[in-house]
């Protein structure tokens, strides 16, 4: 069974479903169409599906002519109930594991995929869980749920974990050359997986379980939050005794050998890095372990907004004013630079405290048209000159190519630059 699988996905005739067309799940329907296998793409949300079929992509990384293009070839096709799924050879989940406001991991979209799953499982398939969690999932709750079916892991079929390793808006780093680390619950699955991503991407490095698989994606941002902590500590350091954080780190950074730059800004946003180091610090706390770094960074980062609007309002201090009555434009409230995607970004955040402290606030991002925090709904604003001039303060949180930084150094009464966006302009600008 399972060498005529393989023998399928060598020769590219097998066909792939995958469950949840976010960041995630539609770059790897596209990428694994693209390659030449029938891809069925399943996505519940109608708005989604909708743009799809129109041809849009609402990520980034894909285009929506790519999309046009692969479902006119008929390479890819869309479901919204996840019919078809049970002519699919390999099945991938890629739907989104949020935590609770209890900070407890929230399974649910896991949970229902699976269920979706078991209901059209048939023998010889391999199932492949993307949605990042924590060690055990795949062993403790996705296996007992697709064998719900009446089908055994193992020996009706494949299971395997295989952390995604997507980057929005990284353009050097891709699918095809990034690195798959995949681990099933037993070899058989882990070769099938191997095989199956061996098809898209140019290295895949297999491990010995699926916990370890596991593991290794929630290292690896583990290892990021941690980092990142040290680096915002370290700007608050610097903000004490009169230094430029990021001159030191960019010096540090000149060391060939046991030194990795990391960053300062005003907190950590996106999917990934706010949530993935609870994931591991939950499943630990249940195994009677306190995982103290990842307790130590999740609390200096939470606090970075906090201390980006006390900056700001230091800054304006300075200048004669209070932050109540005060005009501020916020430039970048997408997590990061070059997407749309604000989730859990600390500009939100930056941008509530100052409201609540009675600062207009007002944002521009040439990703993000609405904004939404604590509440309150802003529209972007355009970026004219008359905008910058208008404000009292302008505060860079998240630094988009997009965006001529020196015109807004120039045109600014006072900048407060958490980017390094307008490094080596003189004047009224205030960094982190």
Not at 125 to 153: H, I, K, N
Not at 329 to 342: E, M, W
Not at 361 to 379: F, I, K, L, S, T
């Amino acid at each position: 069974m399972n060498a005529t699988l393989e023998k399928k996905i060598r020769a590219r005739s097998a066909r792939v479903g995958v469950v949840g067309l976010g960041y995630v799940g539609l770059p790897l329907a596209v990428e694994f169409a693209r390659a030449g296998f029938a891809t069925l793409g399943v996505e519940t949300g109608p708005a989604r599906l909708a743009a799809l079929r129109r041809g849009r992509s609402y990520v980034e990384d894909v285009s929506g002519a790519e999309v046009a293009r692969l479902l006119g070839a008929g390479r890819l096709s869309l479901s919204a109930d996840g019919r078809g799924l049970e002519r699919c050879d390999a099945l991938i989940i890629c739907v989104q594991t949020p935590l609770r406001k209890t900070k407890e991991p929230d399974l649910s979209a896991v949970i229902g995929a699976c269920g979706a799953l078991s209901r059209r499982l048939r023998r010889g398939q391999l199932v492949v869980l993307e949605s990042t969690t924590y060690p055990g999932t795949t062993d403790e709750v996705v296996r007992p749920a697709l064998e719900a079916s009446g089908l055994a892991a193992g020996r009706d079929f494949s299971l395997a974990f295989s952390p995604e390793r997507v980057d929005p808006g990284n353009a050097k780093w891709r699918i095809p050359n990034t690195p798959k680390v995949v681990g099933g619950i037993d070899a058989a699955s882990t070769r099938l997986a191997a095989a199956l991503y061996g098809a898209v991407v140019r290295q895949v490095v297999p491990v010995s379980s699926a916990k370890a698989a596991e593991l290794v994606k929630l290292l690896e941002n583990s290892f990021r939050a941690v980092n990142i902590a040290l680096v915002n500590e370290m700007a608050q350091v610097c903000d004490r005794l009169g230094l430029d954080v990021w001159e030191v780190v960019g010096a540090a950074a000149t060391k060939p050998f046991g030194f990795m730059p990391f960053w300062p800004g005003p907190g950590i946003g996106g999917h990934c890095i706010p949530k993935d180091p609870q994931l591991l610090s939950w499943k630990m706390k249940a195994l009677n372990f306190e995982p103290r770094f990842i307790q130590l960074a999740t609390t200096i980062n939470g606090a970075m907004p906090e201390y980006a609007a006390a900056r700001i309002a230091r800054a304006l201090n300075g200048a004669g004013k209070a932050v109540k009555g005060s005009r501020v434009l916020v430039l970048g409230v997408a997590y990061k630079p070059g997407v749309s995607d604000a989730r859990e970004s600390p500009a939100l955040d930056v941008m509530h405290l100052l409201a609540e402290q009675g600062a207009r606030v007002e944002y521009h991002d040439p990703h993000v048209p609405r904004a939404e925090a604590g509440g309150r709904v802003w529209r972007r604003r355009a970026l004219t000159d008359a905008a910058l001039r208008g404000a009292d303060l302008v505060a860079i949180l998240t630094a988009h190519r997009e965006v001529d930084y020196a015109r807004v150094a120039r045109r600014a009464r006072l900048v407060f630059d958490a980017r390094n966006a307008t490094a080596g302009l003189a004047g009224r600008v205030e960094r982190l």
